[in-house]
């Protein structure tokens, strides 16, 4: 396989471009999407080197259309993504309902800039944390992986498409205009080392014609791939595991949602990651993820010098959440600061999840700028 | 760790130079952010890049006091000298700049229309300068990177204005 | 015309077990299935080289009754839907089984934009100038003074045109019948499926429930009298007044060209990246 940029080495790019390449490097081969920025980078690599790479690259009339089409290619087997930024992300979360009701993998990337509405589009947010879990209407649970580096967007990328793969879901990636736009060194490996996780398909017909039964007892039921001679009938309605609209039977509505919320709640073990920065010792805990986070490593080293015990949980993955983690360490500290650039989403999570065990505080900003460190120090002290 | 703030306006080829520094720090294997700021002009606007360098694991997303800042404009300059630390280094255009601080610098613009034949070559000339004057990364480095990043065709310009800002700077 | 057995077309189509369908007595929505299953069955095609997709409403249903892939999508998304499926996958054959209130409201921005791109796929298109799922408010489509419930004393507004919306936007093949002109609609469902490139077949059909009822048209039969009154042939309108042709449907066949289809622009496009990039093989 011939790839359009350099790989098993080093290169200096963009966190946007690197979530381009990383998409082709986990066997992404479909893309659609909308220009808005500070997203449209992506969509410009893909454009580059989707048609090189025998993928589709298509601008869409409107992010409704982007997120449409890359479901519709997700189920002839192909894997596929879109990205954007709030605007287009609130445009999308009609269809990211209708991915998480038919259980489509896909990965949609959302480029935050500062809102609501067109806000500031040339500069970074993290402010669509609690769209991208809960914006889609009804009951549901979705993966919403947080990169902090260009590196992190680039490795996150190719986890993002192995969870959606493997847990048959949309997942979000969910950057910011900071990490999209700046350039560092990412090592690029050599793409026979990327794991790559490839959604199950049915292994007869008669799997195939219930698209939606637990076949496997995990509560991912084995994808039909369209034009395979399954005649899969995919419904957005409540349907039962044939696929047959069920919109009034109170326990088919019950027993699919709870399978496809249970499937990814009952795997946070998997799904979860996180980093912890001089947390084990520490009188203070800062949570922090994103770029928000890479201030927070610096602020927590700083007080360190000053001597003041401080440590960072810096979370790679903000739904599923651990809300038990963060209790065991709020047993463990007198106080939780939460640094994100918004005016508290995360925050009333690790609330919640701290339960009164300790205090918990939020350290907000807005306006474009990342927290710097002295932002963060200033509190804590 | 090494904080270089390049200010300048729209057109001048800052982020360029940012982009390339950066890239020759990566070469190296240098860990290095690049972050630019400009404002909704393509021409004309205020223009920074921002690079950081360092050996340790880099956390830092912004210049908060530059050790380094090259001012190619006025209007650079005027808006990012109280980011420079105390002691830092201030290298200006002599010609375009006026500045009351310390400072050491050549007139890049001029030196790119009438020794390299081409104004558009400053930021090569500006970043031949920095780097003779810094050390922050090997001349060779910058070569290579220049090779990868400039518009094909435009190599050999672009390189012979990075050797006569390089040369200027060896002085 | 040979007409094979409904018994057979039923039987090899339909998913019995999803069966019946929510179609109410006298829906036209059965008729124009049946004409493009028939229409399949005379091309020949296999059943495992189609899929079917629809958005929402009343006709958006039909996927799930037919023994085929497919896709029932969100509200007026289904051609957006179709885009992804046709370019990832350009060996399906797509048909797009749509409502007017779909195809020129909610989805009015997809539809026109997928025929721009000359998306190969077949749009059968059921007009009843009514939403009737949701229990008869007034569609784009209905004509002026038609009564709905979201315009109890009379449409005040202009209708939209489908078909020759869809002209304007470059299709390659659109026509429009009524129920009643069931052979003139099942050839043009045949040419349509046969056009690589955007197709559609408009037809208007009955909803005595949601649409008759309030225009004092209860029936089935009573709505396709209608039709037969308000339904103009293309050759006999080219010699009418815009005076004469007020509150009249024109049927027949509008377009039939051949313009390249998206899939196959998109082939030449990658050809022609390969070779600015020095990639050929």
Known sequence: ????????????????????????????????????????????????????????????????????????????????????????????????GYAVMTETPMVVVDVQRGGPSTG???????????????????????????????????????????????YRTPVVLLTDGEVGHMRERVNIPDPDEIERIYRKIPKSKEQGKYPFRDWDGDGVPPMPVFGRGYRAYITGLTHDERGKPKTVEAEIHESLIRRIVDKIEKNKKDIIDYETFDLDD???????????????????????????????????????????????????????????????????LVKEGANGKAEVELIPKIGGEVHTPKDIIERVR | MTQIRIAGFGGQGVILAGVILGEAAAIEGLNVLQTQDYGSQSRGGHSVADVIISREPLYDVMVTKADVLMA??????????????????????????????????????????????????????????????????????????????????????????????YEEGAK | MYLES???????????????????????????????????????????????????????????????DGLHTTHGR???????????????KVVVFAGDGDMSAIGGNHFIHAIRRNLDVTVILINNFTYGMTGGQVA???????????????????????????VAAGANYVARWSVFNYVQGMNSIKKALQKKGFSLVEFLSPCPVSFGR????????????????????????????????????????????????????YERYKERAKKLMGWEE
């Open chain 1, 282 to 348: 520490a009188d203070v805990a800062i949570v922090s993820y994103g770029i928000a986070s890479r201030s927070a490593i610096r602020a927590v080293k700083i007080l360190r010098k000053e001597g003041i015990k401080a440590g960072l949980l810096k979370l790679n993955v903000v739904w599923p959440f651990d809300f038990e983690m963060i209790e065991r360490i709020a047993e463990r500290v007198n106080r939780i600061y939460v640094a994100e650039m918004n005016l508290g989403q995360v925050y009333h």
């Open chain 2, 72 to 165: 190619m404009s006025q209007i650079g300059y005027n808006g990012a000298i109280d980011s420079l630390r105390e002691g830092g280094t201030l290298i200006i255009d002599t010609d375009l700049v006026k500045s009351d601080r310390e400072f050491i610098g050549a007139p890049f613009t001029r030196l790119a229309e009438e020794k390299v034949g081409l104004a558009l070559t400053v930021n090569m000339v500006a970043l031949g300068y920095l780097v003779a004057k810094t050390g922050i990364v090997k001349k060779e480095s910058v070569e290579e990177a220049i090779r990868r990043r400039v518009p094909r065709g435009t190599e050999e310009i672009n390189l012979k204005a990075f050797r006569i800002g």
């Open chain 3, 78 to 92: 289904a051609l957006a839907f179709a885009t992804g499926i046709k370019m990832a996958n350009p060996d399906l």
């Open chain 3, 6 to 68: 409904s018994y057979k077309i039923r039987d090899k189509y339909l998913r019995t077990d999803m069966l019946p369908t929510m179609f109410c007595p006298g829906c036209g929505i059965g008729s124009v299935l049946q004409f493009t299953l028939r229409s399949i069955e005379e091309l020949g095609w296999k059943q495992d080289e189609v899929v079917w997709v629809s958005g929402i409403g009343c006709s958006s249903r039909v996927p799930g009754y037919v023994n085929f």
């Open chain 1, 120 to 166: 500031q589009p040339t500069l970074a947010a993290q402010g669509d944390v609690m769209q991208a879990i809960w914006g889609t209407h009804g009951d549901h649970s979705i993966i919403v992986l947080t990169p902090a580096t260009v590196q992190e967007a680039f490795d996150m990328t190719i986890r993002a498409f192995n969870l959606a793969e493997k």
């Open chain 3, 140 to 166: 784009p489509t209905a004509l002026k003074g038609l009564k709905g419930t979201t315009a109890p004393y009379g449409n005040f507004e202009n209708p939209f045109d489908i078909s020759q919306l869809a």
């Open chain 3, 214 to 265: 309030r225009n004092r048209m209860k029936t089935a039969p009573e709505l396709i009298r209608w039709y037969q009154k308000i339904t103009v042939p293309i050759s006999k309108a080219k010699k009418m007044s815009p005076e004469e042709l007020e509150g009249k449907v024109i049927i027949g066949e509008f377009v039939d060209r051949d313009r390249p289809s998206l899939d196959e622009e």
């Open chain 1, 1 to 96: 396989m011939r790839y359009p940029f350099s790989v098993g080495r080093s290169d200096f790019i963009q966190g946007d471009e690197a979530i381009a390449r990383a998409a082709i490097l986990a066997g992404c081969r479909f893309y659609a999407g909308y220009p808005i920025t500070p997203a449209s980078e992506i969509f410009e690599a893909m454009a580059l080197y989707m048609p090189l790479v025998d993928g589709v690259s298509i601008q869409m009339e409107d992010e409704l259309g982007s997120i449409a089409a890359v479901i519709g290619a997700s189920w002839t087997g192909a894997k596929a993504m879109t990205a954007t930024s709030g605007p287009g992300f609130s445009l999308m979360m009609e269809n990211l």
